[in-house]
């Protein structure tokens, strides 16, 4: 299959040395099926480095040529303005800002990103408050939809604390970029939707008087997420497709106890 930083297959191994192939968004006839051969999570330097030096091509896909999300912009230090990639193909291009037209060079920027992928690498992934300090810190540079920032938000997600509305929101802020990198019935949306699905229930469940929209919002992505995760092999990908279904079914037993309890 051939590479594009915005697929629209995934292939998952089986045991006996198969593989299948499925469809993650609608695929027209003639329309050539794409998988990845670097993580679409990635800013696109990252990606394009990585597929010039191991697989020896340059990507000129759509997302290459029109990047989506400012996954890759930094915020302007002069204006409030966010500053982009010049030439998005080009290996060394700089960045300008969008406002007040500053150019910022592509070897600064380099820089910058380098130093904090090094203080998230370091960062103790179980401890929630270290990671919002860090992200506090990328956020004075990088633009709020920036790889790293997002990259630091899952592992907020993923380090422990306890259901929050921060948790809520860093899980929607990163779903609204992967509805756009990694999109359709992806893992990536799979095990995000759960995590949004889960900490929107918990945090809006005894706030809000009528909880029967709240209820079918959150089941409409609980299956979505199932249906992401169905074929997937990996233990945690299996794991979270058990809880999203076990949330499903209690979603479905509660609304039926609210049904009879309307009732009387
Ligand atoms: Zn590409
Ligand atoms: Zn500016």
Redesign the pocket.
């Known amino acids: 299959m051939s ?4 697929s629209n297959a995934k292939y998952v191994n089986l045991d006996n040395g198969n593989f299948e192939v499925y469809a993650n968004i609608e695929i027209k006839r003639g329309d050539q099926i794409t998988d990845f051969y670097t993580s679409p999570l990635k800013g ?1 330097k990252i ?2 480095k990585i ?1 010039r030096n191991s697989f020896f091509f340059d ?6 040529e029109n990047p989506v999300c400012d996954v890759d912009s930094v915020k302007c230090p002069d204006c409030p303005g966010i500053s982009k990639l010049q030439n998005p193909t080009l290996q060394n291009s700089d960045y300008e800002c969008e406002k007040c037209a500053k150019i910022l060079k592509c070897e600064e920027i380099e820089i910058l990103e380098e130093k904090f992928a090094n203080l998230i690498e370091k960062v103790d992934k179980t401890n929630s408050k270290e990671i919002l300090r860090l992200i506090e810190t990328l956020l004075n540079s990088l633009n709020e939809n920036h790889y790293l920032i997002l990259e630091t938000k899952r592992f907020y997600i993923y380090s422990g604390s306890p259901v929050n509305s921060i948790k809520r929101n860093f899980s929607f802020d990163i779903l609204r970029v992967y509805n756009e990198i990694v999109p359709g019935y992806s893992k990536e949306r799979g095990l995000t939707l759960y995590e949004a699905a889960s900490s929107d229930l918990d945090v809006n469940l005894n706030q809000v008087e009528d909880k029967i929209p709240l209820l079918a919002t959150t089941k409409e992505r609980l299956s979505e997420c199932l249906e992401c995760l169905r074929h997937e092999k990996g233990e945690f990908e299996r794991e979270i497709f058990k809880l999203a279904g076990k949330k499903f079914k209690e979603i479905q037993e509660f609304e039926n106890l609210l049904k009879i309890m309307n009732k009387i």
Request: glycine share 0%.
């Open positions: 590479h594009s930083c915005v696109a990606r394009r597929l990507c000129f896909c759509q997302r290459c």
